[in-house]
């Protein structure tokens, strides 16, 4: 399982970013850089991630670290998944 393609998958649909998301790297800032994340697309974004991972996240796991860029938010998804 490919999980940072997995995720950039996710931010592309749910933010609608039309292809954007496969020049993302590890380093690639979310909030704040994004202009499609905002507080609703990354309510939209955690559930989408739930369900396909079949994960959950409790409220005290995400933060602005987690949407800080695309490794600390696939980094929160790898932790949740092993």
């Known amino acids: 399982m490919d999980i940072h393609a997995e995720v950039l998958s996710i931010l592309d649909e749910i933010l609608s970013l ?17 202009p499609e994340l ?15 991972f079949g994960i959950f996240f409790d409220d005290d796991e995400i933060d602005g670290q987690t949407f800080a ?3 600390s938010l696939v980094d929160a998804v790898k932790l949740k998944v092993s």
Not at 38 to 52: K, L, Q, Y
């Open 18 to 34: 039309q292809g954007r998301s496969v020049g993302m790297t590890a380093q690639t800032p979310l909030l704040g850089a994004v």
């Open 38 to 52: 905002d507080s609703m697309a990354v309510v939209g974004v955690i559930g989408a991630i739930e369900e396909h």
């Open 69 to 71: 860029t695309v490794g």
